[in-house]
Nanobody, 123 residues
Framework: VQLQASGGGLVEPGGSLTLSCGAY????????FGWFRQRPGKAREFVAA????????DYEDAVKGRFKIFRDNAKNEVFLEMNDLKVEDTAIYYC?????????????????WGQGTLVTVSS
């Protein structure tokens, strides 16, 4: 499975964006997914993760209540809806996947990574 992230862009503080992670080369119905981000000058960090069917979800504390991860296995896509964006959300966002069913936030265990999409929050 190969991943391609898209949907990044420039948005004002308080605005919204929805990122998409398309999977190619095979079905994703038994893969778990995660979104990670790398903010300027910082290491990559966990943002959100979802299990294979969308029943178990995990969020990093700073995005809880503002971001929503969900998936459409029929379309081979995973999404990150981001609301009430803040300047500190500015980062390159990456999607990642692993052929396991439960949810996980440890980036070292993810096998496949998308190329990243840039989100800039600025007025």
């Amino acid at each position: 499975v190969q991943l391609q992230a898209s949907g990044g862009g420039l948005v004002e503080p308080g605005g919204s964006l929805t990122l998409s992670c398309g999977a190619y080369g095979g079905p994703i119905n038994i893969w778990r997914f995660g979104w990670f981000r790398q903010r300027p000058g910082k290491a990559r960090e966990f943002v959100a993760a979802i299990d294979w069917i969308g029943l178990m979800i995990d969020y990093e504390d700073a995005v809880k209540g503002r971001f929503k991860i969900f998936r459409d296995n029929a379309k081979n896509e995973v999404f990150l809806e981001m609301n009430d964006l803040k300047v500190e959300d500015t980062a390159i966002y990456y999607c990642a996947a692993q052929n396991r069913r439960d949810v996980a936030r440890d980036e070292s265990i993810y096998e496949e990574w998308g190329q990243g999409t840039l989100v800039t929050v600025s007025s």
